[in-house]
């Protein structure tokens, strides 16, 4: 029986990015563990391959192979301690910065410590052997494929990225010996780009570029995507933190949150992703429905929230659209941002004046009128998805910690943005755990009197009681004992805040409906700087908040969505339920 491919898929995508990156010089040692991966490359007339068995003259017989060919060389052993025969020849490569890639292969990590014969810890490697160091895990479902991908692609542009030098990869492998696969299926390579190379051209059809947590623009980065979108069909789609404020900015999380209405948004034939974390997972979700994706980051770090991309460019974000800008013609093209304009502006639209009393409702009465050039720290969760809905004045900025992504910090980092400018108000949208969480800092005494701090209390956390959290289907009682939090603080005091703000030098407010609200809103909203910092804490249900988050995802059917139901009732109300399962049958057969 003729054998061709190891039936472990790792070793399947580490041989198919070697060809896709074109390394084909392998030193191979003897061994068991990296027989999958050794006998799938014999099997394969693409490999130049070499057999020593000393790892040690292996590695230096890769390091001069290496610098006389301008080539990657392979270096693959097996497990216990033929690896660490590796450490002097790497050395040497790193010192050198000669593109050698140690393939060490390794039982399970879970065998590490537990008397399992040849497996030894191979998860930390010493500073200056190798450049970096990536764990190829089995291949179990389709999240290990992509890791396992992701990985290998890191490991292998790592070669040659910022001058070269040696990299490992552990592969972790079974020792299966079933050698029956004839041919590999596709794996998904990464094309690295940097400006002294050629540049792709640009897909045809509808360009986003998603932008996640920035830092505030240039004008000349403004100005470059502005054109970039002029020239090329562009929109952008943004959230509080992406602090773009050019021409075609759309906030992305009305349209792209929606539970029965497909906006255009997700028709994209390119998304170009900048920036770091996005906090706005209705907009994450956008990502991944684009037909290809590229990331521009000056950190040329590869990083694929979307499990689709396909180049990466390492340069700054400015060099990047000015190119793609002098590659165009100078007419415009802008049907796209009409398109995905005019869904944002009828979904708006759609927005009930007698949506309930909660933070979504004080994002919405609150952010058109935001005083210009304020400042914005945001929650994460909560109070963070509710300001994403809405678009604030275009001289706005706007933070939150989502680097880490945890509740702890977000008054703190206020207070601390706004001892830069005590002329500039800072304001603070936050829940009532992360208000307590940090409520220490509001007795700091640098605070100053620019900061405004708008307090949601509902009592809880409320992100574990919205109807889309998988928890919101245990009673409230389960929830909030131990899982959201509730009976807190507090519980909703109408004293323990007043009481501690004032005592401190704040002017305080408080809301527990609309009436009240709009009676100090106007207050709150001074674009003056007043005698003290401000915290108005709003009163908010439960209830209330839910109902408002269905009624925002909620806003609009598709056309599509709404035959489909009227179908499914024109079929019941002739033929029965019994006949529309048949006819969704016959469907589903076609």
């Not at 061994?31 to 070499?50: K, L, T, W």
């Not at 207070?415 to 800072?426: M, T």
């Not at 603080?489 to 004032?502: A, D, M, N, P, T």
Request: aromatic share 12%; proline share 3%.
């Amino acid at each position: 029986m003729k054998e061709y491919y190891s039936i472990e898929r790792n070793v399947q995508i580490v041989i198919a990015l070697l060809k896709a990156y074109n390394i084909k010089k392998i030193v191979a040692s003897p061994g068991s563990s990296n027989i999958p991966f050794v006998y799938s490359a014999q099997n394969d007339s693409y490999f130049e391959m070499y057999s020593c068995v000393d790892e040690r003259s292996a590695a230096y017989m890769a390091c001069g192979l290496s610098a006389e060919s301008g080539e990657s060389v392979v270096l693959t052993c097996t497990g216990a301690t033929a690896s660490r025969n590796y450490f002097s020849g790497l050395t040497e490569a790193f010192y050198r910065r000669l593109p050698i890639l140690a393939l060490t292969s390794t039982r399970p990590l879970s065998c590490i410590g537990n008397h399992v014969a040849q497996v030894i810890d191979r998860t930390i490697v010493p500073n200056d052997i190798v450049k970096l160091s990536v764990f190829a895990p089995l291949v179990k479902d389709s999240n290990d494929e992509w890791d396992c991908q992701l990985k290998v692609n890191r490991a292998l542009i790592a070669l040659k990225k910022d001058g070269g030098g040696p990299v490992h990869i552990n592969l972790e492998t079974n020792s299966s010996f079933d050698f029956s696969v004839r041919t590999i299926k596709g794996v998904h390579a990464i094309q690295y780009i940097t400006i002294r190379d050629t540049f792709p051209a640009l897909p045809k059809g509808r360009i986003a570029i998603f932008i996640g947590s920035h830092i505030a623009f240039t004008e000349e980065l403004t100005t470059a995507i502005d054109a970039f979108c002029e020239n090329n069909n562009g929109v952008v789609y943004c959230d509080q933190t992406s602090n773009y404020r050019g021409k075609y900015r759309i906030m992305s999380s009305l349209l792209g949150c929606q539970d029965k209405f497909k906006s255009v948004v997700c028709n994209m034939d390119l998304l170009i992703y900048i920036g770091d974390i996005c906090g706005a997972y209705e907009s994450v979700l956008l990502m991944p429905k684009a037909k290809t994706v590229w990331r521009v980051s000056e950190d040329g770090i590869i990083r694929d929230p979307s499990h689709n991309l396909s180049k990466m460019f390492y340069m700054h974000e400015v060099e990047f659209f000015s190119h793609y800008i002098e590659k165009q013609t100078k007419e415009k093209e802008l049907s796209f941002y009409k398109e995905c304009k005019q869904d944002y502006n009828h979904l708006y639209s759609q927005i009930p004046a007698d949506m309930p009393f909660s933070n979504i409702w004080l994002a919405y009465s609150l952010a058109p009128h935001i005083p210009k050039d304020s400042v914005m720290h945001y929650a994460i969760l909560n109070s963070l998805r509710a300001w994403n809905f809405f678009e604030t004045p275009h001289t706005v900025r706007g933070y939150s910690n989502v680097g880490g992504f945890g509740i702890d910090g977000n008054i703190s980092a206020l207070i601390g943005a706004s001892l830069c400018d005590k002329n500039r108000l800072y304001f603070g949208i936050v829940g009532d755990l992360a208000f307590f969480y940090d409520m220490n800092v509001l007795g700091n005494r640098h605070v100053g009197n620019n900061v405004r701090i708008l307090l949601v209390n509902n009592g809880k956390g409320m992100e574990f009681r919205n109807y889309t959290h998988p928890v919101s289907r245990f009673s409230d009682t389960m929830v909030d004992q131990y899982m959201a939090g509730g009976g807190h603080f507090g519980q909703k005091s109408i004293s323990l805040v007043r009481h501690y703000s004032e005592n401190l030098g704040y002017e305080y407010m408080t809301a527990s409906n609309k009436d009240d609200f709009n009676k100090n809103m106007e207050r709150f909203l001074i674009p003056e700087i007043t005698d003290k910092p401000m915290i108005f804490e709003v009163f908010t249900e439960q209830d209330d908040e839910n109902e408002a988050l269905r009624i925002v995802r909620n806003l609009e059917k598709s056309a599509d969505k709404i035959v489909e139901s009227f179908a499914k009732k024109l079929i019941i109300s002739t033929a029965g339920k019994e006949g529309f399962e048949k006819v969704k049958k016959v469907i589903r057969s076609r």
